[in-house]
C-alpha cells in the first residue's frame, strides 16, 4: 500500500522559478528519501533526510521534515528545463521495536514540467 | 564507482513464460532491494536482501521468488507469467537499512 502522499500531482512552472513539491506519510519513519525519475526510466537518488533531522540542503535542493505532521517537501530553487521529471518521496518505516524495516514506502509522486 | 546495473533492459515475454532478471549492484554494498513499477499500482516493493539472506518480502505472490549471491549480485524470477506482471523491476543496492537506495536503470518486462 502507499504509505506517502505526494502535492500537487502536477506541477508546470517556467525556468527560473522555485517548485515545491509536498509528502505526507502514515507511519513513524526511519528517514525519508527524494528521487527523481525521467519518464519511465530508473529512480536517482536526490536526498535522504533522517527522522531526528529538520531540514536538509543538497545544492538547488532544500528538503524539510515535519515528524509531528508526517510531511516534508522538497523545493528546487531556480527551476532548469532539465528539471523536467517525475518525484518520489520514499519513506523508510521503522520496525514495531525500532529500528529501519528495509523497504521504502513509495508515493505516486509530482510530475513537475519546467517550461524554458 | 560504477552505478548499479540491470540486465536485460527490455524484455519481451509471453503468457505462461518465466523470466528471469539479474542485478549488479554498486561496489560494497551488499544489500540490493526489488521493486516494481507499474502506472496503475506505482512504485511497490518486492524484496530485501542482505548477505544472501531474504531479509523482508512485500505483498507478492509466490510467483515472484528472488536469491542474492556471495557476490552481492542478485536475481528475481517470475514464473507464470501473467498480462498483470508487465511492468518496469528496479533494483536498488545500499550499505544496508537505514541508508540512501541507489536504483539501477530498470528491466522493461512486457507479457504479450
Known amino acids: 500500500s502507499q504509505q506517502g502522499e505526494e502535492d500537487p500531482q502536477a506541477l508546470s512552472i517556467q525556468e527560473g522559478e522555485n517548485a515545491t513539491m509536498n509528502c505526507s506519510y502514515k507511519?513513524?519513519?526511519?528517514?525519508l528519501q527524494w528521487y527523481r525519475q525521467n519518464s519511465g526510466r530508473g529512480l536517482v537518488h536526490l536526498i535522504l533526510i533522517r527522522s531526528n533531522e529538520r531540514e536538509k540542503h543538497s545544492g538547488r535542493l532544500r528538503v524539510t521534515l515535519d515528524t509531528s505532521k508526517k510531511s516534508s517537501s522538497l523545493l528546487i530553487t531556480a527551476s532548469r528545463a532539465a528539471d523536467t521529471a517525475s518525484y518520489f518521496c520514499?519513506?523508510?518505516?521503522?520496525?514495531?521495536?525500532?529500528?529501519?524495516?528495509?523497504?521504502?514506502?513509495f508515493g505516486k509522486g509530482t510530475k513537475l514540467s519546467v517550461k524554458p | 564507482k560504477a552505478g548499479v546495473t540491470q540486465t536485460p533492459r527490455y524484455l519481451i515475454k509471453t503468457r505462461g513464460q518465466q523470466v528471469t532478471l539479474s542485478c549488479s549492484p554498486i561496489?560494497?554494498?551488499?544489500?540490493v532491494s526489488w521493486y516494481q513499477q507499474t502506472p496503475g499500482q506505482g512504485l511497490q516493493f518486492l524484496f530485501e536482501y542482505f548477505s544472501e539472506t531474504q531479509r523482508n518480502k512485500g505483498n507478492f505472490p509466490g510467483r515472484f521468488s528472488g536469491r542474492q549471491f556471495s557476490n552481492s549480485r542478485s536475481e528475481m524470477n517470475v514464473s507464470t507469467l501473467e498480462l498483470g506482471d508487465s511492468a518496469l523491476y528496479l533494483c536498488a543496492s545500499s550499505f544496508g537499512r537505514g541508508r540512501e537506495q541507489y536504483f539501477g536503470p530498470g528491466t522493461r518486462l512486457t507479457v504479450t
Open positions: 507511519t513513524s519513519i526511519n528517514n
Open positions: 561496489s560494497g554494498h551488499r544489500s
Open positions: 520514499a519513506t523508510d518505516p521503522n520496525m514495531n521495536y525500532g529500528g529501519s524495516q528495509g523497504n521504502l514506502i
